[in-house]
C-alpha cells in the first residue's frame, strides 16, 4: 500500500541553523500539508500546497518558513532560522483531493530538536 | 471556526472489554470528521471518517463511530478491546477546506 515517507526521522540541529524537512507524499496525491506537534500540545496545522502555491498557512508559519516542491516526487520544508520553540515533531500529509472528497494521508513524522 | 473536544485524556481498558473514546465537536458548517491512530513511533493512521452520508460509519480493526448531530459527539467505539489497540487516539474536524483541526488525544492502554 502506497504511503507518505519523511526523511529524517530525527533531525537536531543549533538554534538559528536552517533545517530543511523532506517529505515524499503518495505519488498520484496533489494536494500536501505540512502539521507539527509540540510535546505535550495538539497537532497545529501549519500549511496547504497544491499547484506549486500555498492554499492556506496557520499564524505560526511566517517568514521564517517555507515550502517547496523541488521536483515531481518531493515536498520540502524549510525552517530559515531556527528557535528553540520549533523543537517539535512535524508531520507530511498528502491527499489524492481536497474537500469533503479528501483524506489525508499521513508520513511518520520529523522529529526536530533545536539546541 | 471548528474544533473538537476529546473528553478523556487518558482511557484503561481490560483486554477483551469494550472501548469507547469520546469526542464533541463544534462546527458552524456540516463537518467532515475523522478518527486517526498513532501508535509509538508511527505516523497518523487513518482509522474512519464521516462526510454526511451514513451516520454510523465503519473503520478499520473493528471500530465504529456514531455521527450524533443534536448531541454534535462523534465517540468511537470498539466491542472488544486488542492489546494492539494501546495507542493515541485523535478526534479531527474538518470545514471545506485544506486544514485538519485536532483534539488533544487519548491515550488508550490495554491491561492483560
Known amino acids: 500500500e502506497p504511503e507518505v515517507t519523511q526523511t529524517p526521522s530525527h533531525q537536531v540541529t543549533q538554534m538559528g541553523q536552517e533545517v530543511i524537512l523532506r517529505c515524499v507524499p503518495i505519488s498520484n496525491h496533489l494536494y500536501f500539508y505540512w502539521y507539527r506537534q509540540i510535546l505535550g500540545q495538539k497537532v497545529e496545522f501549519l500549511v496547504s500546497f497544491y499547484n506549486n502555491e500555498i492554499s492556506e498557512k496557520s499564524e505560526i508559519f511566517d517568514d521564517q518558513f517555507s515550502v517547496e516542491r523541488p521536483d515531481g516526487s518531493n515536498f520540502t520544508l524549510k525552517i530559515r532560522s531556527t528557535k528553540l520553540e520549533d523543537s517539535a515533531m512535524y508531520f507530511c500529509?498528502?491527499?489524492?483531493?481536497?474537500?469533503?472528497?479528501?483524506?489525508?494521508?499521513f508520513g511518520p513524522g520529523t522529529r526536530l530538536t533545536v539546541l | 471556526a471548528q474544533s473538537v473536544t476529546q473528553l478523556d485524556s487518558h482511557v484503561s481498558v481490560s483486554e477483551g472489554t469494550p472501548v469507547l473514546l469520546r469526542c464533541n465537536y463544534s462546527s458552524s458548517y456540516s463537518p467532515s470528521l475523522f478518527w486517526y491512530v498513532q501508535h509509538p513511533n508511527k505516523g497518523l493512521q487513518l482509522l474512519l471518517k464521516y462526510t454526511s452520508a451514513a451516520t454510523l460509519v465503519k473503520g478499520i480493526n473493528g471500530f465504529e463511530a456514531e455521527f450524533k448531530k443534536s448531541e454534535t459527539s462523534f465517540h468511537l467505539t470498539k466491542p472488544s478491546a486488542h492489546m494492539s489497540d494501546a495507542a493515541e487516539y485523535f478526534c479531527v474536524v474538518s470545514r471545506d477546506d485544506y486544514k485538519l483541526s485536532f483534539g488533544a488525544g487519548t491515550t488508550v492502554t490495554v491491561r492483560a
Open positions: 500529509a498528502s491527499a489524492e483531493t481536497s474537500g469533503r472528497g479528501g483524506t489525508q494521508y
